[in-house]
């Protein structure tokens, strides 16, 4: 309440941040030239997120507020961000903010095939850890019904080919499935995205439900109707990476008022407020002077209100103060056509209680405050973190700058899990700040084997189609190849099937491309905040589909072997294949997990397939490769099953035919003219080979998904 010119107020928790800056180097033209530019997306942003509350970020595009959310939630990448986090008064790393918090981003990545309760239940599993299967499934019940899920609980999640939930379910789904192990910080980055009013509406309005239980929402953006601001208890107003304002709604219009300017009849404050900002953003004083403002209070310079009225029907370019003074090596702030100010929805027509009012002065005075008590306190509170002792937040009299500590709503014990103090006893709350990765790698290995092998029930075509495409292909290479001629010719027909054979298992992996790419999102979503580890997943995929290509490899060899009485052991020939099958596919996985999209995917693929058919052997033996070539031979995939086959089926002095001078030609005689060699112990060789090509190949993809597949700015 005000106070002799004073505001005096209590910070009962939740999210704080200190002077949050990143900085890129992007290309600035100088001079007909590009060099290389310092440029502030996020500068010298201070302020908080009260807890119980929804804090929204708002502002134009390229304001800067999907960055400065990635900012808060530790997702900008170690010492590119400077700056200070903390919650509760807690100084937080960004480790410690993903164990505490969940992120919901714009896309939502589902399985399309899993129903909203599958989901929600493999999210339990997942985040809740070794707790009895009854109380997951409780979690899971309930949070369909906070969520308003409960008529779509048993539909399938769907995607663009398969009718499932409708848009505003699915974005509730997403926000169910991040918040299921209860997290005590809630970012969301344009939920309203791509939903129309009414969905979009049911969405805020359950999120207001999850603020009310205790958690900290922040929240970005773009439109925001008049009924979805009634949600809205705390904002934040960004302009080119810099604050503009913060504070709960009904104090824009006391914000514009110390500042000079009387919203007119009639008009929304923050819409008159975005008006402002896009016309300092056009004039030659620019946004940094509308921050200065919300930053120490100091009133910018005036303008107009003829000037204020045109900046809203002017399209002009940026003004020459900060586009056209351009001065090598000096630090820019992020800069936004007039375009994108004008993509601000001025749909906010709703009138607002300005009984309390708030001192832009004074709100600085606060955060000073603030601020200043953790700095000197900085030390006190890294030991407080590293000894799970209890955190501190502070009430501030801003009235006299005396920050004072008192004990916070929840204390960290000894077991590193948030315990809440509100009420006469400690009540545990889900796990908040437990283990980093709630289950151990067995058991995580075990959730994702199941939902792998539901996923491949619902959607039986991608295995059906290779196995057919491998029993019709089988056919057709026992029916031609079905005679072979007791001469050369004969020969050469033979070498060619095993050569086909091979490039046939080579091509029937390519599919693993987009299915991986297309589940990448989800993996990357999932192990952001620490789901499960990147080894259980390599593992539990891998075992999968073990014995899917064990079928596939047994039903060509059953077609093919006993047509065509190939000589040597129909066991080595059925595991040759199955090694085959297993190399490429782990090869085309690794690839996978490296390009950026299928297309690109399609194209490696198919170049690695070339390279490997024109050096496996076949077109030039090992033998006469040139020097320069030949390690192409032994990288080969395809070198070691083709070769494989060939001394199963030769490694024997039976006559296969006759050369023009009569003379029998034996199968010895053919591996020899090959270069290949007649030892019967070489050819287990090449099935251990390519069984380490096989764990080379998924031990990449693990490093891929390990240290190269995490969604983190630079």
Partial sequence: MANGGGYRTKFNGGLEFFDLTYTVLKDKEHEGKLVKQEVDLLHRISGYAPKGSITAVLGPSGAGKSTFLDGLAGRIASGSLKGSVSLDGMEMSPSLIKKTSAYIMQDDRLFPKLTVYETLMFAADFRLGPIPTNEKMQRAENMIEQLGLSSARNTYIGDEGTRGVSGGERRRVSIGVDIIHGPSLLFLDEPTSGLDSTSAYSVIEKVHNIARTGSTVVLTIHQPSSRILSFLDHLIILARGQLMFQGPPKDVNHHLTVMGRKVPQGESPIEYLMDVIRAYDQSEFGVEALAEFARTGTNPPHLTDEEISLSTIQSSPVSSSQSGNFVTGKRLHLQTNSRALNDFNHSLRSPYNTSRSWS??????????????????????????????????????????????????????????????????????????????????????????????????RTPELFLSRLMVLTVMGFMMATMFLKPKENTQGITDRLSFFIFTVCLFFFSSNDAVPAFIQERFIFIRETSHNAYRASSYTIAGLITHLPFLGLQALVYALIVWFALKLRGSFIYFLIVLYMSLLSTNSFVVFISSVVPNYILGYAAVIAFTALFFLFCGYFLNSHDIPPYWKWMNKISTMTYPYEGLLMNEYQTPISFGKQSNGTDISGINILESLHISTDSDKKWENVAVMFAWAVLYRILFYLILRFASKNQRK
């Fill in 360 to 457: 832009a002065s004074n709100s600085v005075v606060m955060q000073a405050s603030r601020l200043t008590q953790r700095q000197q306190d900085g030390t006190k509170n890294r030991n407080q973190m590293s000894n799970s002792s209890a955190s501190y937040a502070y009430s501030f009299d801003v009235l006299n700058g005396t920050p004072t500590p008192h004990s916070s709503d929840y204390t960290v014990n000894e077991n590193d899990y948030l315990t809440s103090n509100i009420g006469s006893k400690s009540v545990p709350i889900h796990n908040n700040l437990g283990k980093r990765i709630p289950n151990s790698f067995f058991s995580e290995t075990w959730i994702l084997m199941r939902r792998n092998f539901k996923n491949i029930s």
